[in-house]
């Protein structure tokens, strides 16, 4: 039996008090098995603190019921103990547990004392979380202990939590919808499910049991429906074309699959405007440092770095672009911002650097290459704003009309078509090199950064920077995706 502390004797003090430790991890354990009103062997009638009143209360949540608690406190003669000063808390089971913000219960009042029987009582409020509960009250002056358990269960099925809400998938491959039935506090609670499409169009399909299976490239949605209720939750899914991404982020210099699979980082730490360039065989990764004092770097995929600007060099090589042979690496080189040329230079960093831009009139850039597949070709940029294309071979350069600005021009696999960022309307063009076809792809509405953009090996894509994530363009047509994984990361380069 719990008995509180004396002051008669030490052997007293001593006795009491190791029976209070022992007692007290006995009601703390009985507690979190939540199988019992009281804490000890001994009738509530013989403990110095017991509840006499409320134990097991069971309700939903919510509940506008109140259930009556209450104790009664004796000294050490077992007579009722007037005045004692008792403490309740509600404690989550098992103990040691948190309620993550949400309260289970309530106690109109949290600290009691006893009349002249040793009685003190108080009401327990079912709260909003559902769970096993329990009420702890303590004399702190007697250290005298009790506890008894309540639970609140969940209300009636109220909405869905659906996962994965946004994802990406490769043609073939699939992925399990899991939807969660809550109430309408969140609690979990068990309820029918259903599954099925809308607006997919044959992008995929769903089970019964919300089994998806990617079927065409596109954008879609599934519904998936709480029976009995009119709750109902919408997922989306966007079915990829195969590949893999170089990027900036956060985080630094990362690849991915186009679904959002494998992120690693290569190189860790942001480097401001990093713009990756896979080689054409996919074992490396071209990119450079802040452009102001641009140094250009090679990372492979062990993750191994290799400086390729060499001390005492250029002030700033910046804007990196493989040759399609992989042999050579063309980037924008001088002093930033205002008097820069387009060089080449060998894959390896090696030799010499060779100017392919004409000279230029006076302070401007001529930037942001892009060779043609065939190396005989080379579309830039000027300032920002003209679209030219000069010949390798003869030297001669021919200004590409537009209409608005033209930046970061980038030839496609083909070299039938260079894309551009139009920096007037904030749109991703494509135009032929003969000057033919101009082509404005995505939502002027719609701002597409004007730093980084690729094409798809295969020239029916165009991956893109827009809003702080990344989208794909299908060249064809406009067909605009977002990649749902891509929130943060820019400047990104595509590889098979």
């Not at 007692?23 to 110095?48: D, F, I, N, Q, Y």
């Not at 990344?470 to 990649?483: N, Y």
Request: proline share 6%; aromatic share 8%.
């Amino acid at each position: 039996m719990l008995s509180s502390r004396s002051s008669s004797s030490t052997p007293h003090r001593r006795s009491s008090t190791r029976h209070f430790v022992a007692l007290h991890a006995l009601v703390l354990l009985g507690a979190c098995g939540g199988g019992t009103e009281a804490t000890s062997t001994a009738p509530p009638s013989a403990r110095p603190l017991a509840f006499t009143a409320g134990g097991g209360a069971t309700d939903t949540i919510e509940s506008p019921n109140r259930v009556r608690i209450s104790l009664r406190a004796l000294d050490n003669s077992g007579a009722p103990l007037a005045k004692a000063q008792l403490t309740l808390r509600i404690r989550p089971v098992p103990a040691g547990a948190g309620f993550g913000g949400k309260v289970p219960g309530a106690l109109s009042q949290s600290f009691l004392t006893t009349d002249a029987q040793g009685l003190a009582s108080t009401e327990l409020l079912f709260g909003f979380t559902a769970g096993a509960s329990y009420i702890v009250a303590e004399d702190l002056q007697r250290g005298a202990i009790d506890s008894i358990p309540f639970t609140v269960k969940p209300g009636a099925p109220a909405r869905i939590d659906s996962a994965p809400r946004d994802t990406a998938a490769f043609v073939g491959g699939g992925y399990q919808l899991v939807g969660s039935t809550l109430d309408r506090r969140g609690n979990a609670v068990s309820g029918a499910l259903t599954y099925t499409a809308d607006s997919v169009a044959g992008v995929a399909s769903v089970s019964t049991g919300g089994r998806v299976t990617a079927l065409a490239v596109g954008r879609g949605r599934f519904l998936v429906r709480l029976a009995g209720t009119t709750a109902v939750d919408t997922v989306r899914v966007t079915i990829v074309p195969s590949g893999k991404l170089a990027a900036e982020s956060s985080d630094g210099l990362v690849t991915m699959s186009l679904d959002g699979s494998g992120y690693r980082i290569l190189v860790p730490g942001s480097e401001s405007y990093s713009f990756p360039s896979w080689s054409p065989d996919g074992t490396a990764i071209v990119y450079n440092s802040d452009p102001r004092v641009g140094v250009l770097y090679k990372v492979d995929l062990q993750g191994t770095v290799t400086k390729l600007t060499p001390s005492g060099g250029m002030p700033s090589e910046t804007w990196p672009r493989y040759s399609a042979d992989g042999q050579f690496i063309y980037f924008s080189g001088g002093y930033y911002p205002d008097s820069i040329d387009t060089y080449r230079m060998r894959a390896d960093g090696s030799g010499s650097r060779t100017r392919v831009t004409p000279t230029r009139p006076g302070s401007t850039r001529y930037w942001k290459a892009s060779p043609s597949p065939d190396g005989t070709l080379l579309a830039y940029s000027e300032a920002g704003f003209t679209l030219h294309v000069v010949n390798l071979l003869s030297g001669n350069d021919r200004v590409i009309a537009v209409a608005g600005d033209a930046e970061a021009p980038r030839f496609s696999p083909s070299g039938q078509w260079i894309a551009f960022a139009n920096e007037f309307t904030n749109s991703i063009d494509i135009i032929r090199a003969d000057g033919t076809g101009h082509r404005v792809l995505t939502p002027p509405s719609q701002f597409a950064d004007k730093w980084g953009h690729d094409w798809s090996p295969d020239g029916e894509w165009i991956v893109f920077s827009v809003g702080g994530g990344l989208e794909i363009v299908r060249a064809a047509d406009g067909l605009v995706l977002r990649l749902p994984f891509a929130h943060n990361l820019y400047s990104a380069s595509w590889h098979q």
